[in-house]
């Protein structure tokens, strides 16, 4: 009887498992209404470079120079961290490691390996749950180049531009933000080679965000993944 009621308990704590990975998700999914939130509390914050101790910092900044809004922190221990900041705190965003890149919050996020580009786990709640092999195929992080001299470093899903990335175009700017289906999704910024910042909104090929209208289009044709 003991025998029966431990594989019952066992099958219970596997069904649970299950039911537990099938809920998670590769970050927190925030509601565009959140998004908007913030972006109108930081339009307004000016957009500059500054050096520190830290490394040097392109991007967003309240009136009293703390680290606000989107940006950009290029440092010489921690990698390239880019996306939406609180206070010098990364909200949300991609911290790019010499080996390993974490997409997400600081809770919340998936890491993968750089040169491989695979998912290696998936933390959350202070825990790291592995990937079964249908997300081990199917989320990556990646460099895509193509013909026009853009490129992407992101996530994918199957190939294609899916969550949180940095678009580079040949001009020197650069966009980040959310992707789906290959396609800029929600709120995101471009940083302008002039230092300058301007937040969009996409809904579709084109940003919906009145005052966007020098927004550039991706690329669609690549030349290689790496």
Same mark, same amino acid.
């Given at each position: 009887?003991?025998?029966?009621?431990?594989?019952?308990?066992?099958?219970?704590?596997?069904?649970?498992?299950? !039911?537990?990975?099938?809920?998670?998700?590769?970050?927190?999914?925030?509601?565009?209404? &959140?998004?908007?939130?913030?972006?109108?509390?930081?339009?307004?914050?000016?957009?500059?470079?500054?050096?520190?101790?830290?490394?040097? &910092?392109?991007?967003?900044?309240?009136?009293?120079?703390?680290?606000?809004?989107?940006?950009?922190?290029?440092?010489?221990?921690?990698?390239?961290? !880019?996306?939406?900041?609180?206070?010098?705190?990364?909200?949300?965003?991609?911290?790019?490691?010499?080996?390993?890149?974490?997409?997400?919050?600081?809770?919340?996020?998936?890491?993968?390996?750089?040169?491989?580009?695979?998912?290696?786990?998936?933390?959350?709640?202070?825990?790291? &749950?592995?990937?079964?092999?249908?997300?081990?195929?199917?989320?990556?992080?990646?460099?895509?180049?193509?013909?026009?001299?853009?490129?992407?470093?992101?996530?994918?899903?199957?190939?294609?531009?899916?969550?949180?990335?940095?678009?580079?175009?040949?001009?020197?700017?650069?966009?980040?933000?959310?992707?789906?289906?290959?396609?800029?999704?929600?709120?995101?910024?471009?940083?302008?080679?002039?230092?300058?910042?301007?937040?969009?909104?996409?809904?579709?090929?084109?940003?919906?965000?009145?005052?966007?209208?020098?927004?550039?289009?991706?690329?669609?044709?690549?030349?290689?993944?790496?």
């Amino acid at each position: 009887m003991k025998h029966i009621l431990l594989v019952f308990a066992l099958s219970l704590y596997s069904l649970n498992s299950l !039911c537990q990975f099938t809920r998670l998700t590769r970050h927190p999914d925030i509601p565009v209404e &959140y998004d908007a939130v913030f972006v109108d509390l930081v339009r307004s914050h000016f957009g500059g470079v500054v050096k520190s101790s830290y490394g040097q &910092y392109f991007g967003q900044m309240s009136a009293d120079s703390n680290v606000y809004g989107y940006g950009m922190f290029y440092t010489d221990h921690d990698g390239e961290i !880019c996306g939406q900041f609180r206070n010098g705190n990364l909200l949300m965003g991609i911290r790019m490691g010499a080996a390993v890149v974490r997409v997400g919050s600081e809770d919340h996020y998936t890491a993968y390996d750089l040169l491989t580009g695979e998912a290696q786990y998936v933390f959350l709640n202070d825990e790291k &749950y592995k990937l079964d092999a249908e997300h081990l195929a199917s989320w990556r992080f990646m460099q895509i180049q193509y013909k026009n001299g853009d490129k992407y470093v992101g996530e994918v899903v199957d190939g294609r531009r899916d969550g949180y990335g940095i678009y580079y175009y040949a001009n020197g700017n650069f966009y980040f933000g959310r992707y789906r289906d290959n396609k800029a999704v929600g709120y995101g910024a471009l940083f302008h080679t002039d230092n300058h910042i301007s937040l969009q909104y996409w809904d579709g090929p084109k940003p919906a965000m009145p005052g966007t209208e020098e927004a550039e289009k991706p690329a669609d044709e690549e030349v290689n993944n790496e």
